[in-house]
């Protein structure tokens, strides 16, 4: 059963937010801003793929939420990872902002 909505959280939540990170960082002049969003994605869809396993309420929650458009996918980027941590920074400021 956990890989099962382990599946449907990488088609409802992680794709989406692959597709949306790829989308906003189009037109991003920082190609260590690029990179940074792709070792982000890298590192953190596994995450989030096991707490989805593990923690089938806020798997629910959030794909639900991701598919509505009342949850930005981006939010599901955890805080403890630095990649992850300067894409939000730059995508929160749509994107305009160069590596401080």
Same mark, same amino acid.
């Given at each position: ?20 990170? !790829? ?5 991003? #002049? !920082? #190609? ?13 869809? #596994? ?25 930005? #996918? ?17 995508? !929160? ?8």
């Amino acid at each position: 059963m956990s890989e099962f909505l382990s599946y449907l959280f990488a088609i409802l939540v992680v794709g989406p937010l692959q597709a949306e990170v !790829s989308e906003r960082l189009q037109g991003v #002049p !920082s #190609p260590e801003i690029v990179e940074a969003g792709r070792a982000c994605i890298a590192t953190e869809a #596994p995450r989030l793929l096991e707490r989805a396993q593990e923690d089938w309420a806020w798997a629910a929650a959030n794909a639900v939420g991701v598919g509505v458009g009342v949850v930005d #996918p981006v939010s599901l980027l955890s805080g403890q990872n630095a990649d992850c941590n300067r894409l939000v920074q730059v995508l !929160s400021q749509g994107g305009a902002a160069e590596e401080a």
